[in-house]
């Protein structure tokens, strides 16, 4: 039986952003006061101007790191569990209402189109005090797949 042989494929920052449009589950790395990771999975999408864009809330620890804190790293998943995978790590930009309100629609958007009623979003979004995380990518790792190591797969697959 032929083994599924891990892959990476090195892409260009448009060729990034392409790949994460379509996925929205994210996990999310901030770093917490004493240093050590703090990860939150996360739904995110891509706006007009190329960065990753996750809606909080302020008291959330992933917002609050981020301000203290503005490099963070985001690891985009696809639906499938064996799915390709990429790790980024960038700059967040944290916007709090009243300034969060457009990128919010943005931010909506990038992962499910038009809203019904844009007015209805904007008051949900007022109501409860929505903050937005802006993530500017500033290096990638590639895209990767998982499965064997191709030397372990042929050793595996080989005469027996």
Request: proline residues 7%; aromatic residues 6%.
């Amino acid at each position: 039986m032929a083994r599924s042989i891990a892959t990476t494929t090195t892409v260009t920052l448009d060729e990034l952003l392409a790949f994460v449009r379509p996925r929205h589950h994210l996990i999310l790395v901030t770093t917490r006061a004493d240093g050590r990771p703090q990860t939150s999975p996360v739904s995110g999408g891509v706006d007009d101007e190329g960065r990753i864009v996750v809606s909080t809330y302020p008291a959330r620890a992933k917002t609050r790191n981020a301000e203290r804190d503005a490099r963070v790293s985001v690891c985009v998943l696809s639906d499938e569990w064996d799915g390709p995978w990429v790790q980024l790590d960038g700059t967040a930009e944290v916007l709090h209402m009243p300034e969060a309100e457009d990128a919010l629609v943005d931010y909506y958007r990038s992962i499910a189109g038009e809203h019904p009623d844009w007015a209805e979003y904007r008051a949900a979004m007022r109501v409860q005090g929505k903050s937005l995380l802006r993530i500017t990518p500033e290096r990638w790792g590639p895209i990767a797949t998982g499965g064997f190591p191709a030397d372990v797969a042929a050793r595996l697959d080989g005469p027996a």
